[in-house]
């Protein structure tokens, strides 16, 4: 009987793997939690309340300030006093001043990691932005990578990049971690060329490319999608089957994801 049943269990395991549509879909907060009271976008709140409602990920900005701190930050620039000032071009004393709505400051990358550390089983999408300076990135990827194999974090991380300098420096930084391209202008097969671990493209992109999604899946790759946030714009990407979706809304992809395709439902009924 206990062998009937472990045969029973690999045959539905087999099943669901190779099924078209039975493969499960992953939700990825996009600057964390942050529509939700007492939260932010790229807010250590943001990032405790994406892993309190259980999706895969919780996405996040990285900039490195002028004197080498690890910041976290989306927009190349913040606001302080009515002033804008560049990420890159400002002393992290100075950064450490600006506010966030829900009213935490600026947080620091060590801050967030050591955040992520208590999260019980939530990942962390890094994004590395694109500076002026190579030497700045160099500079942001070495750091980062440091503090999070200091923290024993890797399995708990994955990286994102508009800048394929930055797909490059991850590989040679850490090879066995997965990065993923975001500019949407490179098919599955260069980003497999470049040790791109998916493709990570607004879903624009997917709409005119749906064949990318299986090609990437044919060369073992990973696909996700930002930023997804209508209902109709949800279903279609769910339908395309891509690997994650990147949103601002997870409870309502979760939702959506719970739903049985119309479109499927159709096709099932012909």
């Given at each position: 009987?206990?062998?009937?049943?472990?045969?029973?269990?690999?045959?539905?395991?087999?099943?669901?793997?190779?099924?078209?549509?039975?493969?499960s879909q992953e939700i990825i907060a996009h600057r964390g939690f942050w529509k939700t009271?007492?939260?932010?976008?790229?807010?250590?709140?943001?990032?405790?309340?994406?892993?309190?409602?259980?999706v895969y990920g919780s996405e996040v900005d990285f900039w490195i300030s002028s004197d080498g701190i690890p910041v976290v930050n989306h927009d190349a620039t913040v606001t302080l006093n009515s002033k804008p000032l560049r990420v890159e071009d400002t002393p992290f004393e100075t950064l450490r001043k600006v506010t966030l709505s829900n009213g935490e400051p600026l947080p620091t990358v060590e801050e967030y990691l050591n955040a992520l550390g208590t999260c019980s089983r939530i990942k962390l999408i890094i994004e590395f932005k694109s500076h002026r300076s190579k030497e700045h990135e160099a500079e942001l990827a070495r750091k980062v990578i440091d503090m999070v194999h200091q923290r024993?974090?890797?399995?708990?991380?994955?990286?994102?990049?508009?800048?394929?300098?930055?797909?490059?420096?991850?590989?040679?930084?850490?090879?066995?971690?997965?990065?993923?391209?975001?500019?949407?202008?490179?098919?599955?097969?260069?980003?497999?060329?470049?040790?791109?671990?998916?493709?990570?493209?607004?879903?624009?992109?997917?709409?005119?490319?749906?064949?990318?999604?299986?090609?990437?899946?044919?060369?073992?790759?990973?696909?996700?999608?930002?930023?997804?946030?209508?209902?109709?714009?949800?279903?279609?990407?769910?339908?395309?089957?891509?690997?994650?979706?990147?949103?601002?809304?997870?409870?309502?992809?979760?939702?959506?994801?719970?739903?049985?395709?119309?479109?499927?439902?159709?096709?099932?009924?012909?």
């Open positions: 009987m206990k062998k009937r049943n472990t045969i029973l269990l690999l045959s539905v395991m087999m099943f669901m793997l190779f099924v078209p549509g039975i493969q009271e007492g939260s932010a976008q790229n807010s250590i709140a943001a990032l405790m309340k994406a892993d309190s409602i259980g024993g974090l890797q399995m708990k991380v994955e990286y994102i990049a508009f800048g394929i300098h930055f797909v490059q420096l991850v590989n040679q930084l850490d090879p066995q971690a997965a990065i993923y391209y975001l500019n949407g202008d490179m098919s599955p097969q260069v980003l497999s060329s470049v040790g791109a671990a998916g493709l990570d493209y607004h879903y624009d992109v997917l709409f005119r490319r749906p064949e990318w999604v299986q090609a990437a899946h044919e060369l073992g790759q990973k696909v996700n999608v930002w930023t997804v946030n209508q209902p109709e714009n949800i279903r279609k990407v769910i339908d395309l089957k891509v690997d994650f979706i990147t949103t601002n809304e997870p409870l309502l992809v979760r939702e959506l994801l719970k739903k049985p395709s119309p479109c499927r439902n159709n096709r099932n009924s012909q």
